[in-house]
């Protein structure tokens, strides 16, 4: 299997604050485009790390191959 990229970003910012979410954009080098959904996850510090854990092993159950 070929090596792969994980795409991520993150940022944190006042739960009030925050009015809506895109998709963000990804450059190919065969020219073509991709979109990678983005995601809110609000709470505490602790509330937000064990959803992020929880989702990237949800994430990675997708591609059991791996």
Do not use: C, W
């Amino acid at each position: 299997m070929a090596d792969l990229v994980l795409v991520y970003g993150m940022r944190l910012l006042p739960a009030d604050e925050v009015e809506g979410v895109g998709s963000a954009p990804i450059e190919l080098k065969n020219g073509n485009g991709a979109q990678v959904t983005m995601h809110i996850v609000e709470g505490s510090r602790e509330q937000i790390e064990a959803q992020l854990r929880h989702s990237i092993d949800a994430f990675f159950d997708f591609y059991p191959e791996l």
